[in-house]
C-alpha cells in the first residue's frame, strides 16, 4: 500500500494569509494526486486533480504543484470560505489511499 | 444538474449486511461513460474509497474491503448500490456516493450529501 502523510494537521491562519499545504507519498505517485475540501458536515469537494489541474468552478486561488512523492497545495490568499479540512488523494492505480487530512482554522 | 443521493438502513446490527442505494438524477449511469462509486468516513476521521463501477459494469475494490464487498448498477432505476457483508462496529460510518471524474474510477467529482450507518446491536 502506498502510504500518505499531510503536514501540518492543523494550520491555523489569517484571511489574506498564503497557505501551503504539504502530501508526501511513501512510494511516487508520478502526477496522480487529487485535492479536496471538506466543511464540518458536507461531503468533500474536489478542487485539484493530477497534481496541478485545476477544476471548474474552484477560485485561481487554489493552486496545486509536484510529482512523485511531494506535493503541494497552495491558497494564495485565504479567505472566510476556504476555512475547512483538506485531504490530498493519491491514484496511482485503483488501489488509491486518502491523507490524514489537514485543518486549515483561524488565528 | 447532477444529483445524487444515498439511501438505506441507518442502523445495522454486527455481522448482517449493509446495503445502501444511490439514486441519480441529472445524468444516466448506462450512459454517460463515467465510474461511479463508493466512499465512506468514519465518525471524525480520514476517507476511505470503498469501491467503484463502469457505465459498463466493471467494477474496482478496495483491496481491504474487496472480500466483503459487492457494487452493481440498476440502470432501469438509474441506481448504483453497495452491499458490505459481515459488518461490525468499525464500518460505521457515513457513507457516500460520487461520480467520478472523466477517465477515472477513483477520484469523485460529484458527490451525495452522506448517510450515517452505524453498525450496533
Known amino acids: 500500500d502506498i502510504q500518505m502523510t499531510q503536514s501540518p494537521s492543523t494550520l491555523s491562519a489569517s484571511v489574506g494569509d498564503r497557505v501551503t499545504i504539504t502530501c508526501r507519498a511513501s512510494q511516487s505517485v508520478y502526477s496522480w494526486l487529487a485535492w479536496y475540501q471538506q466543511k464540518p458536515g458536507r461531503a468533500p469537494k474536489l478542487l485539484i486533480y493530477k497534481a496541478s489541474n485545476l477544476v471548474g468552478g474552484i477560485p485561481s486561488r487554489f493552486s496545486g504543484s509536484g510529482s512523485g512523492t511531494e506535493f503541494t497545495l497552495t491558497i494564495s490568499s485565504l479567505q472566510p470560505d476556504d476555512f475547512a479540512t483538506y485531504y490530498c488523494?493519491?491514484?496511482?492505480?485503483?488501489?488509491?489511499?486518502f491523507g490524514p487530512g489537514t485543518k486549515v482554522d483561524v488565528k | 444538474q447532477l444529483q445524487l443521493r444515498e439511501s438505506g438502513p441507518g442502523l445495522v446490527k454486527p455481522s448482517e449486511t449493509l446495503s445502501l442505494t444511490c439514486s441519480v438524477s441529472g445524468d444516466s449511469i448506462s450512459s454517460s461513460g463515467y465510474h461511479w462509486g463508493w466512499i465512506r468516513q468514519p465518525p471524525g476521521k480520514g476517507l476511505e474509497w470503498i469501491a467503484g463501477?463502469?457505465?459498463?459494469?466493471?467494477?474496482y475494490y478496495n483491496p481491504s474491503l474487496k472480500s466483503r464487498v459487492t457494487i452493481s448498477l440498476d440502470t432501469s432505476k438509474n441506481q448504483f448500490s453497495l452491499r458490505l457483508n459481515s459488518v461490525t462496529a468499525a464500518d460505521t460510518a457515513v457513507y457516500y456516493c460520487?461520480?467520478?471524474?472523466?477517465?477515472?474510477?477513483?477520484?469523485?467529482?460529484?458527490w451525495g450529501l452522506g448517510t450515517l450507518v452505524t453498525v450496533s446491536s
Open positions: 463501477i463502469y457505465y459498463r459494469g466493471t467494477t
Open positions: 488523494q493519491q491514484y496511482n492505480s485503483y488501489e488509491n489511499t
Open positions: 460520487a461520480r467520478h471524474i472523466d477517465g477515472s474510477a477513483v477520484v469523485a467529482g460529484y
